[in-house]
């Protein structure tokens, strides 16, 4: 069974200090992950997905396979980065089946 | 482009009830899925629909089932409602059957009282 878990509900930083979400996933075969992200009062979109390699507000995610990890880091948080933040996963031949982590608020404080 | 867009957003049913949710993906998108948003459960995926084919389901019982249009609208239908059944119901497009970003709407509160 296909499993994603984010550890943290809740992570405060402070506005400049650097940012990891923790994802951590389970799956038999090769993945594809996605950080989705939902603003207050907006509606939940993707903000990178590992295949891309790229940069997407200054957040990155880097897969590592040995670890089953797909963390998402920013070096300097910014006030607009508090939302909620969703780890996803799809496997070959399901690709609009996402399974997703419980989430983590990012709270970004001054 | 419009984005993907669902009716009605808020509605309250009571136990016992059936309901019928509808989503209009992004013009071009012939794939539709669906999925359940609860505190206690999160995000599951309910079904996905392309070309008017069901292509996979999650684990929900049979009281929810869902159609794709020729135009590749959809809706989704929830029998016999239960209390267990609020939730944020969230429909998703994407133009292709694989490989492409995945969009979302903004979800229909059901609340069963």
């Known amino acids: 069974a296909q499993r994603v878990t984010q550890p943290e509900k809740l992570l405060s930083v402070f506005k400049g200090a650097p940012v990891e979400l923790k994802c951590n996933y389970s799956?038999?075969?090769?993945?594809?992950l996605f950080w989705y992200v939902q603003y207050s009062r907006q509606r939940l979109q993707l903000l990178l997905r590992?295949?891309s390699r790229e940069s997407i507000k200054g957040f990155t995610a880097d897969l590592n396979k040995g670890e089953t990890s797909f963390h998402l880091k920013k070096p300097f948080a910014q006030e607009e980065d508090s939302a909620m933040y969703y780890c996803a996963l799809t496997g070959s031949g399901t690709a609009s089946k996402l399974t997703f982590g419980t989430g983590t608020r990012l709270q970004v404080t001054l | 482009k419009a984005g993907v867009t669902q009716t009605p957003r808020y509605l309250i049913k009571t136990r016992g009830q059936q309901v019928t949710l509808s989503c209009s993906p992004i013009?071009?998108?012939?794939?539709v899925s669906w999925y359940q948003q609860t505190p206690g459960q999160g995000l599951q995926f309910l079904f996905e629909?392309?070309?008017?084919?069901?292509?996979n389901k999650g684990n929900f019982p049979g009281r929810f089932s869902g159609r794709q249009f020729s135009n590749s609208r959809s809706e989704m239908n929830v029998s016999t409602l239960e209390l267990g059944d609020s939730a944020l119901y969230l429909c998703?497009?994407?133009?292709?059957?694989?490989?492409?970003?995945?969009?979302f709407g903004e979800g229909s509160w059901l609340t069963v009282v």
């Open positions: 998703a497009s994407r133009e292709g059957a694989v490989g492409n970003t995945i969009y």
């Open positions: 799956y038999s075969g090769s993945p594809e």
């Open positions: 013009s071009g998108h012939r794939s």
């Open positions: 629909y392309f070309s008017e084919t069901q292509r």
């Open positions: 590992h295949i």
